[in-house]
T-cell receptor, first 116, second 109 residues
Framework: NAGVTQTPKFQVLKTGQSMTLQCAQD?????MSWYRQDPGMGLRLIHY???????DQGEVPNGYNVSRSTTEDFPLRLLSAAPSQTSVYFC???????????????FGPGTRLTVT | DAKTTQPNSMESNEEEPVHLPCNHS???????IHWYRQLPSQGPEYVIH???SNVNNRMASLAIAEDRKSSTLILHRATLRDAAVYYC??????????FGPGTRLSVLP
């Protein structure tokens, strides 16, 4: 299994540009999520999905869109990039949402985004 | 979401045991205690989790207080590769993981 993969690894955008960060997992996990991590801080949840066709907002959703058309893929779209979105973005997946709190999350390697 | 409190940073010598504390005084009966760590320039990785009883795996041990209001992650022999930020997280049914700032562990050779 490749686990959770993210592309690209690095990206530089100009203010106002849009782009999509890709995330894929091959573990047939129902739950997927996106986090951002600013320097010296913990991870903050942007959006999450409990299955194909179902998405919901996390703690910091403004400026981002998501969709989940397949179990495997969960892309994150930046609509109009701003310098405040400079961060490292992590995608994660875990087994079914509806279980106990026992399930662990698997994280991708991250995408380092700089907006100038 | 129940909150956790961890020290900002800790230091350990290589090959010595490390005890990383976590306080969670508002934990509910169905909250699982999870520990993750984040090595430099990598995504977080799972370390261990438990509910009430102490747990051991190949990476670490988790000691849970009898009243569940605190827990301790134990690394039995720290190596340089264990230098990371360690996150203590509570997670219940149908909840997202909420990451705090964690404890930055430095391991001295």
């Amino acid at each position: 299994n490749a686990g959770v993969t993210q592309t690209p690894k690095f990206q530089v955008l100009k203010t106002g540009q849009s782009m999509t960060l890709q995330c894929a997992q091959d573990m047939n996990h129902e739950y997927m999520s996106w986090y951002r991590q600013d320097p010296g801080m913990g991870l903050r949840l942007i959006h999450y999905s409990v299955g194909a066709g179902i998405t919901d907002q996390g703690e910091v959703p403004n400026g981002y869109n998501v969709s989940r058309s397949t179990t495997e893929d969960f892309p994150l779209r930046l609509l109009s990039a701003a310098p405040s979105q400079t961060s490292v973005y992590f995608c994660a997946s875990s087994p079914p949402w509806g279980g106990t709190g026992t399930y662990e999350q698997y994280f991708g390697p991250g995408t380092r985004l700089t907006v100038t | 979401d129940a909150k956790t409190t961890q020290p900002n940073s800790m230091e350990s010598n290589e090959e010595e045991p490390v005890h990383l504390p976590c306080n969670h005084s508002t934990i509910s009966g169905t909250d699982y205690i999870h520990w993750y760590r984040q090595l430099p320039s990598q995504g977080p990785e799972y370390v261990i989790h438990g509910l009430t009883s102490n747990v051991n795996n190949r990476m670490a041990s988790l000691a849970i207080a009898e009243d569940r209001k605190s827990s301790t992650l134990i690394l039995h022999r720290a190596t340089l590769r264990d230098a990371a930020v360690y996150y203590c997280i509570l997670r219940d049914y149908g909840q997202n993981f909420v990451f705090g700032p964690g404890t930055r562990l430095s391991v001295l050779p």
